[in-house]
């Protein structure tokens, strides 16, 4: 009770008259064409601070505003997209182009990106469809690979000082092979929350729920309650927090001041769940929560280099005193509070990075330090606490003078048992699922990409990725007593530091364990019917190998999809 007055009372403070704006909804493709603009004009744009996605429509707008003086939009393919980029934040844009010429029954369609509209000065409402519906083939699999997504969006303003959003959809599908041999250790859909079977359990049934209320306490003061996911970084990937697990509850502020961009955010999340291929199987009684604390200082240092300070703390309520109050101070030192506390709660820090270095060039990075210690790191014995990773980066827009071709490559390198802790709640997850990177820790990764848009509607998109990982056995002879036990090299951030194995103090290297190498290779072709309307065919090409048979595995998927407001559901590992 005492949380939700707390919440309550947050929620209830004084809205003052700067106008609000609802944020466009996390998507690989959407926010490639944002930050593709703001690095092809070689500088920081004061708008978007890029390592804090998803965006306020209303940024987006005045950023591509911003950029149309400085002549960026070139090619026709540029003007397309500068065209849809206003058009989908037309409330914010007034771009004459969102008109539909030909609205449908007259009520519909009026404008090009939504479905139906409310547009008068102290109401603004948008519904839209969603709809995902495709077919494919699994070299591995009898069945027919299939998705099918049926759902509807809504955003909208009132008086235009509070925002809201709203996304529910419900799901079945049969996912890749390679996607079910990862759930006979894990039975749980990536990305996503409560399951069950379908298809005699050869397929998933979910529902997907996402909502928030968002409001600007100030001009430069904003904060957002409700239930979504984010993403801290300019990678492909993120190390310090990513949109990989499933949506949860969260509290945000976010200041936006000078060459300054202060974020502060708690999220409650699903520590445990019981499951089995059968399903996750809902309990009488609740399942365990924890919760995350983090905030971000990030700061321009003149026009194109950006540095950000991050520090997050995963803790449950404590047995004895509740609730820890002292983390929703937004301004304190988390490891000073843990120490103080005598508490065994897993604090996070460092730092990410981003530097136009020069008009169509631009390089990021991201640094995690989990724990270490100095001595042990100059002694270089490799010694199991000092976990971190590394990221680093690189975009080349327009290359080789090639209108609407992108590059991008990425290095990610994680320690061996970083993100994982001494209690089972203290890990970085959240409903058995990663925080940070999918593949959790002990890997090298290396990531290329390659954008091209010849013609303004079709899109070309190919992935390449080389990947090579420490995993645990799946199962030991434990000496004499032939008992079944499951090494931890690492690799499972759901696991105990305590479930390491005997003697392995030092002598840790990534890689570790049982390798398992992967190439996994994507092609994938969109054409834009109309707006947010997208046919995608696409060929994904993955090779594992491994002395474990359940990662020694080769697999084809090709597929064709229809999509329509919603971003193309990826399983990139």
Sequence with gaps: MNKLKFLGLLLTLPVFAWGQSSFAPLNEDYYHLVDRYEVKAGQLMPQLFTGAKPYKRS?????????????????????????????????????????????????????KSDLYHVDVPDFDLHINPV????????????????????????????????????????????????????????????????????????????????????????????????YDRYFIGNGVRSLIYSDYAPPSLFLKTQVKVWKFNYLFYIN????????????????????????????????????????GLFESVVFEQDSTN???????????FYRAIEQQNGSSDNVMLGLDFKWNAAKRLSFYGQFVLDEFVLDEI??????WANKYAIQVGGKYIDAFGVSNLDLQGEYNVVRPFTFAHNTANGNYSSYQQPIGHPLGANFNELIGVVRYQPIPKLSVKA???????????????????????????????????????????????????????????????????????????????????????????????????????????????
């Design 131 to 226: 709809l995902y519906l495709g077919a494919g083939k699994d070299s591995r699999l009898d069945d027919v690979m299939f998705i099918n997504t049926r759902g509807l969006e809504l955003r909208g303003m009132v008086d235009r000082k509070v925002g809201f959003y709203t996304y529910l959809a419900d799901n079945q599908m049969v996912m890749p092979s390679y996607v079910q041999d990862q759930m006979t250790l894990n039975p749980v859909v990536p990305h996503e929350g409560f399951w069950k079977d379908f298809k005699d359990g050869r397929g998933v049934d979910f529902l997907q729920a996402r909502g928030y209320i968002t409001f600007e306490a100030t001009k430069h003061i904003n904060m957002q309650f409700g």
């Design 268 to 307: 409650r999340m699903t520590a445990d769940v019981e499951g089995s291929m059968n399903g996750i199987r809902p309990r009488k009684e609740n399942y365990p929560s924890k919760y995350v604390a983090f905030h971000q200082l990030s700061m321009n240092i003149g026009r194109k280099f950006n540095l």
């Design 59 to 111: 940024d987006i707008a005045e950023m591509v505003d911003s950029l149309q003086v400085l002549g960026i939009f070139e090619s026709k393919a540029d003007q397309f997209n500068r065209d849809y980029l206003l058009n989908d934040n037309w409330e914010w844009s007034r771009a004459e182009t969102s008109n539909s010429k030909k609205p449908f029954w007259k009520h519909f369609y009026r404008k």
């Design 378 to 383: 100059k002694a270089g014995d490799g010694w």
């Design 463 to 573: 992935k390449l990725m080389l990947i090579n990982i420490g995993r645990d056995s799946t199962d030991y002879n434990w000496g004499d007593e032939q008992t079944t036990f499951k090494y931890n090299y690492g690799s499972d951030v759901l696991k105990g530091n305590n479930q390491r194995k005997p003697n392995n103090e030092y002598g840790n290297e990534i890689g570790q364990g049982f390798s398992n190498d992967i190439v996994y290779g994507s092609i994938t072709a969109s054409w834009q019917v109309m707006h947010n309307l997208f046919v995608d065919a696409n060929l994904v090409i993955r090779k594992s190998e491994s002395p474990l048979p359940l990662y020694n595995a080769n697999t084809t998927v090709s597929s064709l999809t229809l999509r329509w407001n919603i971003a193309q559901r990826l399983y990139e590992f």
């Design 322 to 332: 509740g609730f820890k109050w002292e983390y929703l101070n937004p301004i304190i």
